[in-house]
């Protein structure tokens, strides 16, 4: 199984400043159709999960753009250029290449200082 | 808009069973594969289960293997996933997610199993 390894678990970040979450995978996400299936999401408090970012780097409908993705391979990064209140929450990495299982990093939380 | 609400969550015994269904609309549901995630309580997230568009194929993580059955209804747009033998450890919020990258979840269910 892919073992998804996310850093740090707890992240104080200043209103207005940025913030990175790192996401690594125990092998390469790239998968035999060229594509790298590691998805991001965001899960506030009380609500469900929302998907941020797919295949790495590509923002879902209505996601704000001070989101974004980036990496290869089997290290990966989310970035919020710069944070606002209502991105407090939990952040989790998703690798969806080699299945089954579908396996998920163990979350950072975001949280204002 | 794309909806998905689960529903069957609640209290159930060591050794029960429950069954979970979600209702989806808002997008063509038998174009998707459909899956179940849940979530322990203050714990993270576990994908449970996924099942392709038209059921001929089935996936399980290892700790529900042979005790989960997940299924689906085209006809009826609807998501189901049949838990017997169900332990301590399947308490969570169980979500419905299309796909197998989860665009889209619901609100989730609440199973608590203890005596």
């Known amino acids: 199984d892919v073992v998804m390894t996310q850093s740090p678990l707890s992240l104080p970040v200043t209103l207005g400043q940025p913030a990175s979450i790192s996401c690594r995978s125990s092998?390469?996400?790239?998968?035999?159709?060229?594509?790298?299936?590691l998805n991001w999401f965001q899960q506030r408090p009380g609500q469900s999960p929302r998907r941020l970012i797919y295949k790495v780097s590509n923002r879902d409908s209505g996601v704000p753009d001070r989101f974004s993705g980036s990496g290869s391979g089997t290290d990966f990064t989310l970035k919020i250029s710069r944070v606002e209140a209502e991105d407090v929450g939990v952040y989790y990495c998703?690798?969806?290449?080699?299945?089954?299982?579908?396996?998920f990093g163990g979350g950072t939380k975001v949280e204002i200082k | 808009e794309v909806q998905l609400v689960e529903s069957g969550g609640g209290l159930v015994q060591p050794g029960g069973s429950l069954r979970l269904s979600c209702v989806a609309s808002?997008?063509?549901?038998?174009?998707?594969?459909m899956s179940w995630v849940r979530q322990a309580p203050g714990k993270g997230l576990e994908w449970v289960a996924t099942i392709k568009q038209d059921g001929s194929e089935e996936s399980y993580v290892d700790s529900v293997k042979g005790r989960f059955t997940i299924s689906r209804d085209n006809a009826k747009n609807s998501l189901s996933l049949q838990m017997n033998s169900l332990r301590g450890e399947d308490t969570a919020v169980y979500y419905c997610a299309s796909g197998r990258r989860f665009p889209n979840w619901g609100q989730g269910t609440l199973v608590t199993v203890s005596s």
């Open positions: 998703m690798q969806g290449t080699h299945w089954p299982p579908l396996t």
């Open positions: 092998q390469s996400l790239v998968h035999s159709d060229g594509n790298t299936y």
């Open positions: 808002g997008f063509t549901f038998s174009t998707y594969w």
